[in-house]
């Protein structure tokens, strides 16, 4: 049967969840792959064709509302018009409103100014569009994606589908391991990228994309603050869905301009390395980018190799965070520290959190504390256990068996506050024989902070299993179809690791796919435990958050 048929046939319901979302999510992937495979083989006519398919599909309009409405953080900021849909007959009407306009024509509104605050302490600029933008916006990344994954560097992680920041670490492991010898540590920031990207080279880039004339409105579609339009000349608004994919599409190039070559390997598995001949790594996450070299000189050379980089980007480097850095001193990338130590057994290359993320942890979870004064102990369990398990799942894949029974003691030392504040007239010896047990999963920890009505315990860091990440290999992405069975392993390794044991086993029995819309439980949506009715009676399923709302 025609799939374009049936995917068509499921977008005339008036109801929004009598969708069958799982033909409609099948459809416009199956029409990305056909796109990221006309791509490799060089067919820039029926990749042009194909793309055109996609921005006009109902079905794509349909998922890119799903997206906005209900599954992104922003779905309930308007832009400037003060427009959402958060209920189901809202978005049916969104969507019978848009279905009559044509992509192509459509004239995009100015963004709505917000700030919000950097760790430095200084304000980032948000443009929030309006909510048909952001519709719009995701139909045209669908169409334009699968396209530059094709292109897009194998070193480049950021804001790029089923690439994480731990891929990034571990391809920075591989580079620094103790066999290798680059030692020398070109730490790049690009000042202000979203802001000051040219526009005219994303335009250049992006020439033969049937959607251009729609990029090129939202770049110069300007912004409103303190009810001024003002307008955009460079750079792509932060805050849109598009944006990180035009600023990746932009800062692609970096390793042919610094000379990173690859060569094909012959091993079972294929793939390629870099050239051992070539004396340079490098690894990207969206503005934030290292490079290792074998020498000092090699290193303190990138500035000079980058600046023609720089120049036909718009773009420059950072001051304060551009730096060369020798790999004994350490440095600090997303989140971690990098770091060769000395040990009995020779040099050793360590990965540990870093020492802000550690502060940014402890600031949040001392705000909590301030937040739930007073409060009972099943509500600070329910906020904390998400924050604890937060941090934890993203330190558990370097060394951190230090730093989590550190932060298990600095919580420790904050719920005896809280504790002590709660029961004034109490002793120590009676809140400890209420509210601490030994842990249900089995141990003799006897200092687990237990919910005496419910049972519930809290989290401890220590509990959670250290193990390494398995870095996504080469130019992978799921736009390929030759790589479905790579992709359906990974995932259910990640949520598997991801996860408590309770919501694996939920998985296994569901065959790791949701219990209502039958797509992959690791697409990007958050996962939830729902009882629903089924035969015997209720019965708890692991459900996509917007499946349910």
Request: hydrophobic share 30%; with cysteine; net charge positive.
């Amino acid at each position: 049967m025609n799939t374009s048929l049936r995917a068509s046939a499921h977008v005339s319901h008036k109801d929004w969840y009598s969708i069958d979302w799982s033909i409609i999510h099948k459809y416009v992937m199956k029409l990305r792959q056909r796109i990221y495979r006309a791509e490799q083989q060089k067919q820039q006519r029926k990749v042009r064709k194909l793309q055109r398919l996609l921005l006009r599909s109902k079905a794509n309009l349909l998922l890119s509302i799903r997206r906005v409405t209900q599954q992104n953080n922003g779905k309930r900021t308007p832009g400037v018009d003060g427009y959402t849909a958060s209920r189901a007959n809202e978005r049916i009407k969104f969507y019978q409103q848009l279905v009559k306009y044509n992509v192509f024509r459509h004239r995009p509104k100015p963004a709505k100014r917000t700030f919000i605050p950097k760790k430095d302490g200084k304000l980032r600029p948000l443009g929030i569009p309006t909510m048909r933008d952001r519709v719009y916006q995701n139909v045209v990344k669908n169409a334009l994606e699968p396209q530059w994954e094709v292109k897009f560097e194998p070193t480049s992680y950021g804001f790029r589908p089923k690439r994480s920041t731990h891929d990034a670490i571990s391809n920075l492991f591989n580079k620094l391991n103790t066999n290798s010898k680059k030692k020398w540590v070109f730490e790049g920031d690009f000042l202000g990228c979203f802001d000051h990207l040219n526009h005219k080279w994303i335009t250049k880039q992006t020439s033969m994309f049937p959607g251009n004339t729609l990029i090129k409105r939202w770049l110069e579609m300007g912004y409103i603050e303190h009810d001024m339009l003002q307008t955009t000349t460079e750079g792509t608004p932060q805050g849109g869905l598009v944006s990180p994919l035009l600023a990746n599409i932009a800062l692609c190039g970096m390793e042919e301009e610094i000379g990173i070559v690859y060569k094909k390997t012959y091993k079972p598995n294929g793939g390629y390395v870099i050239d051992p001949k070539c004396k340079i790594g490098r690894v990207l996450y969206a503005d934030d980018f290292v490079i290792v070299t074998e020498t000092k000189k090699q290193a303190e050379s990138m500035y000079g190799k980058l600046t023609p980089y720089l120049q036909k980007r718009g773009i420059n480097l950072s001051q304060e965070k551009t730096r060369v850095t020798y790999i004994e001193d350490g440095f600090d990338f997303l989140g971690f520290s990098l770091r060769q130590y000395k040990t009995g057994q020779g040099k050793k290359l360590f990965i540990k959190p870093s020492k802000d993320s550690i502060q940014k942890a402890k600031n949040k979870i001392k705000d909590t504390f301030t937040m739930m004064r007073g409060r009972p102990v099943k509500e600070i369990i329910r906020v904390l256990n998400p924050i604890i398990r937060g941090y934890g799942q993203y330190w558990k894949h370097v060394v951190s068996k230090q730093t989590f029974s550190y932060m298990d003691h600095y919580v420790f030392s904050k719920l005896v506050k809280h504790l002590k504040h709660l029961h004034q007239k109490k002793s120590w010896k009676w809140i400890t024989k209420r509210y601490f047990r030994k842990p249900n999963h089995g141990g003799n920890d006897r200092w687990t902070l237990t919910c005496p009505l419910t049972n519930i315990q809290l989290l401890k860091m220590s509990w959670i299993k250290i193990e390494r990440h398995i870095m996504v290999a080469y130019k992978n992405s799921p736009d390929d179809p030759i790589l479905r069975e790579y992709w359906e392993k990974r995932d259910r390794k990640v949520f598997n690791s991801e996860n408590t044991f309770d919501r694996m086993k939920l998985a296994r029995k569901q065959g790791y796919r949701c219990a209502v819309c039958k797509q992959t439980l690791q697409n990007g949506e958050k996962v939830t435990v729902q009882n629903l009715e089924v035969s015997t009676g209720k019965e708890s399923k692991l459900v996509h958050v917007p499946c349910i709302k």
